[in-house]
């Protein structure tokens, strides 16, 4: 009884802190890179820290970093059954994703990007231990393993929250009825927020009319809405819940009612519902149920192994190396364009569209575009999280020339795929000239001028936005998709503001 309540305290504290830890997809080679790892002794992890303008990387023994992530991903009052069962699914993340920062000198940061890393507890230190080397292993190699706050009462897939994810079985869209009796969460919207939050995702249009659900998974969660009045007219749930905040829409899994000024959403679950349910292994532990049987609930057909059993023996050969994107055999206007093979059919639609907004925007900022602007489309989301180092929540990103996008039917969903080429592509124009400057202004400038809002709008939402201009740590690790669309407003804002007191676009800082 006394374990019951302690669960139901802590809803409010899960509810308030939206989608906890959410796990990336682990690589072919996983198991090479733990070798090799291991080979020098204990598994020792690089941490980046987010600091500033960039990461303090700390390396840390393996145990250690899961300990912090159990004090920042888990909850402070868990039964230490229902804290072990995370442990073993925190350790399985890191395994399966070592090196996922690579490019930039480490393994795993401490944001939602990778999982939240905090100062450990004597608890969370106790779950670790007690749990020390365990890994759930799905046919000889880590798994690729998913946690949520909530589900509620239903867990998801993961193809219906990333488009072109795996659905391997052991990640099964099915009811959990040992969460599924929680309060649920209602949230009251204004229309003028979501306008705005729609608007910051690329939508056009002055009038949000109406706002429907249109369409649900097996689950109940919301996928398609009709977004009447603006361009394009339709949303997915996921778009909606990111562009808004899922500090105020908790999760997909919600109905809509028409307010005087605005939309209500009630819903239950916090979070995307896919795999392990952290308030249901805590109401499942606080009911008896033992470590290995809440793993078999939320992974079924996964087993408890040691790290050893995750390491390739030396003499196997080693797995095929991935192949790289298609690239053009030239350049249109100035444009090269990297398609995954399935993707070849769009190849002359996105070289038209990009080589439109090279001419457009360099004649807008008055420069000399690069001879050569390279555009590259990854073919899933996690190809595109492990060659940017940015959340599935954002688009693209820009290096030198070379501007790397999220999947193509990804960025269509979501109505942003010219949104994200125009960015990227006045990133690139804009480089030189703003070099050294903060974070802020090169991604200012990037949204100011391919914000397709007039003038006027764009004034109207620099008033209105907050006087603060954000910090680098702010839009280069953002711990949310609302905080980085937060960041991305007050960018927009702080840049057009000296834009329309006078400034050229390079005399901003």
Request: glycine share 10%; hydrophobic share 40%; net charge positive.
């Amino acid at each position: 009884m006394r374990r019951a309540a302690a669960l139901l305290a802590v809803t409010a504290l899960l509810l308030a802190s939206g989608a906890r830890g959410r796990a990336a997809r682990s690589g072919p080679d996983a198991g090479w890179a733990l070798r090799d790892r291991l080979s020098h002794g204990s598994l020792v992890v690089k941490v980046g820290l987010a600091r500033g303008r960039g990461y303090h990387i700390v390396s840390m023994p393996l145990e250690a970093y899961v300990a912090g992530v159990l004090a920042g991903e888990g909850s402070p009052d868990s039964d230490q059954v229902a804290l072990q069962a995370l442990a073993i699914t925190v350790r399985t993340f890191a395994v399966a994703n070592l090196g996922r920062h690579r490019d930039q000198g480490f393994d795993l940061c401490n944001t939602t990007h990778c999982q939240v890393y905090r100062d450990s507890t004597p608890r969370t230190r106790q779950a670790a231990e007690a749990t020390a080397g365990e890994i759930l292993l799905y046919d000889g190699a880590p798994a690729s393993v998913y946690y949520t706050a909530w589900c509620g009462g239903y867990t998801e897939r993961p193809s219906e929250v990333w488009p072109g994810a795996p659905d391997p079985p052991y990640l099964p869209s099915r009811p959990d009825p040992a969460c599924a009796s929680l309060p649920g969460w209602s949230v009251d919207v204004p229309t003028r927020v979501l306008l705005r939050a729609l608007h910051d995702a690329g939508f056009r249009g002055r009038r949000l009319r109406d706002l429907q659900a249109r369409a649900r998974d097996r689950s109940g969660r919301v996928t398609i809405l009709r977004v009447q009045g603006l361009a394009p007219d339709v949303v997915t749930g996921q778009a909606l819940r990111m562009a808004v905040g899922a500090g105020l829409i908790k999760s997909t899994l919600f109905s809509i009612e028409r307010t005087r000024d605005g939309y209500r959403f009630t819903g239950r679950g916090s979070g995307h519902g896919v795999g392990l349910c952290v308030l249901g292994s805590m109401a499942m532990a606080a009911a008896g149920r033992s470590v290995a049987d809440i793993l078999q609930t939320y992974f079924p057909g996964t087993r408890i192994a040691d790290l050893s059993a995750a390491v390739q023996p030396e003499g196997a050969p080693a797995p095929a190396a991935r192949q790289p994107p298609v690239a053009a055999g030239h350049a249109r206007g100035g444009i090269v364009v990297e398609l995954p093979p399935g993707d070849e059919g769009d190849r002359a639609s996105v070289a038209a569209a990009a080589a439109a907004a090279r001419t457009t925007l360099a004649g807008r900022l008055g420069v000399t575009p690069p001879a050569t602007i390279v555009i590259r489309v990854t073919p899933t989301m996690q190809a595109y999280e492990q060659a940017t180092g940015r959340p599935w929540y954002t688009t693209g990103a820009t290096r030198g020339h070379v501007v790397t996008l999220a999947p193509l039917d990804v960025l269509r969903a979501r109505g942003m795929l010219d949104l994200a080429l125009a960015r990227g592509i006045v990133r690139v124009l804009t480089a030189p000239a703003l070099a050294g400057r903060p974070e802020w202004v090169g991604e200012g400038a990037a949204l100011f001028f391919s914000d397709p809002r007039s003038q006027e709008d764009i004034r109207a939402a620099a008033r209105l936005a907050g006087q603060d201009c954000p910090t680098d740590a702010d839009l280069r690790a953002p711990v949310s998709a609302g905080q980085l669309t937060d960041a991305d407003l007050r960018a927009e804002a702080c840049f057009a503001r000296q834009i329309f007191k006078g400034k050229r676009w390079s005399e901003v800082k």
